[in-house]
């Protein structure tokens, strides 16, 4: 049985908060990011690396990487307790989703430590 | 003259066993085969789906920034990398998912405050979803080719 129905943080509510405000981050440097890239006159590396590489738009990459990595975690541990349980696997079914979910939770932190040395190293 | 139970933590411990049972047998998934499948039920389905691939893409996503980021010859290797058929329809797949996860997230987050919550509209919704999303699955491989 699941006692505690949360991922990240101590209440649902705080999760889906979570996944809502770091999806609004998500958008926000997607849509930058591509507006940046529609107005390069032309795309080229200097270009491309420049538009990396205020610190402003290193605070704003850093944070959308934080955002990702919540938003991801949050998503994967929703999806893999609706699907990995023992009603779905039978007896081993608790087993599966908690090592599934450590193997998520260490592709997650990878990529929040990869990615927070990509774009904070982008100066 | 009959009162209502108090509606604090110790009316929990007077709880008869049935009552328990019936607080203790939670709701249990559907099974997806067995299930109806309106627009609706469609369009949640894959945004769950392109969030999970997404989420098994974040790596590859770093991978290729940071290589694009790292130098002019990283930055063209990149290119290179891209031009070539397959990673060019990988990259393609994976814009059309993240296009997707993102129209259909838009959806939920205006549905999240308030809008669009009829059956009705949420049927609208759920096919402008689609629509918008063949448009911009067309419009990436344009560019893309
Ligand atoms: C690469 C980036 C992203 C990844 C890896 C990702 C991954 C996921 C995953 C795995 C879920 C869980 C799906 C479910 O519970 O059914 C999810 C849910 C969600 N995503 Fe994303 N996502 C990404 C980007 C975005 C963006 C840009 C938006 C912007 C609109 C967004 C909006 C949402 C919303 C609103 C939900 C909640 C859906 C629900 O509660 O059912 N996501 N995401």
Same mark, same amino acid.
């Given at each position: 049985?699941?006692?505690?129905?949360?991922?990240?943080?101590?209440?649902?509510?705080?999760?889906?908060?979570?996944?809502?405000?770091?999806?609004?981050?998500?958008?926000?440097?997607?849509?930058? %990011?591509?507006?940046?890239?529609?107005?390069?006159?032309?795309?080229?590396?200097?270009?491309?690396?420049?538009?990396?590489?205020?610190?402003? @738009?290193?605070?704003?990459?850093?944070?959308?990487?934080?955002?990702?990595?919540?938003?991801?975690?949050?998503?994967?541990?929703?999806?893999?307790?609706?699907?990995?349980?023992?009603?779905?696997?039978?007896?081993?079914?608790?087993?599966?989703?908690?090592?599934?979910?450590?193997?998520?939770?260490?592709?997650?932190?990878?990529?929040?430590?990869?990615?927070?040395?990509?774009?904070?190293?982008?100066? | 003259?009959?009162?209502?139970?108090?509606?604090?933590?110790?009316?929990?411990?007077?709880?008869?066993?049935?009552?328990?049972?019936?607080?203790?047998?939670?709701? %249990?998934?559907?099974?997806?085969?067995?299930?109806?499948?309106? %627009?609706?039920? =469609?369009?949640?389905?894959?945004?769950?789906?392109?969030?999970?691939?997404?989420?098994?893409? @974040?790596?590859?996503?770093?991978?290729?920034?940071? @290589?694009?980021?790292?130098?002019?010859?990283?930055?063209?290797?990149?290119?290179?990398?891209?031009?070539?058929?397959?990673?060019?329809?990988?990259?393609?797949?994976?814009? %059309?998912?993240?296009?997707?996860?993102?129209?259909?997230?838009?959806?939920?987050?205006? @549905?999240?405050?308030?809008?669009?919550?009829?059956?009705?509209?949420?049927?609208?919704?759920?096919?402008?979803?689609?629509?918008?999303?063949?448009?911009?699955?067309?419009?990436?491989?344009?560019? =893309?080719?």
């Amino acid at each position: 049985m699941v006692t505690n129905a949360t991922s990240l943080g101590r209440s649902g509510l705080f999760d889906w908060l979570v996944q809502r405000f770091s999806a609004l981050v998500l958008l926000a440097w997607i849509a930058w %990011v591509c507006i940046g890239v529609i107005a390069m006159p032309e795309f080229g590396y200097p270009q491309w690396r420049a538009l990396f590489a205020a610190t402003p @738009m290193q605070i704003f990459s850093l944070i959308t990487v934080l955002s990702l990595c919540a938003h991801a975690w949050v998503g994967v541990w929703t999806v893999t307790t609706d699907y990995l349980n023992e009603a779905h696997l039978g007896r081993t079914g608790t087993a599966i989703r908690l090592c599934t979910q450590a193997a998520c939770l260490l592709l997650t932190l990878t990529c929040l430590l990869w990615g927070a040395r990509i774009f904070w190293g982008s100066g | 003259m009959s009162r209502k139970p108090p509606a604090n933590i110790l009316s929990l411990a007077s709880q008869t066993a049935a009552q328990r049972k019936v607080k203790t047998a939670r709701p %249990v998934n559907l099974n997806l085969f067995s299930i109806k499948w309106p %627009v609706t039920a =469609l369009v949640s389905i894959t945004h769950r789906i392109s969030g999970v691939l997404l989420f098994l893409a @974040m790596p590859l996503l770093l991978y290729v920034f940071e @290589m694009s980021l790292s130098s002019e010859a990283g930055f063209r290797q990149a290119g290179a990398m891209l031009a070539s058929p397959m990673p060019r329809l990988l990259c393609w797949l994976l814009a %059309v998912a993240l296009l997707y996860h993102l129209i259909a997230g838009c959806r939920h987050l205006l @549905m999240d405050i308030g809008f669009g919550e009829t059956w009705r509209a949420g049927k609208a919704g759920a096919r402008a979803v689609i629509v918008l999303s063949a448009l911009t699955a067309v419009l990436a491989g344009i560019w =893309l080719w």
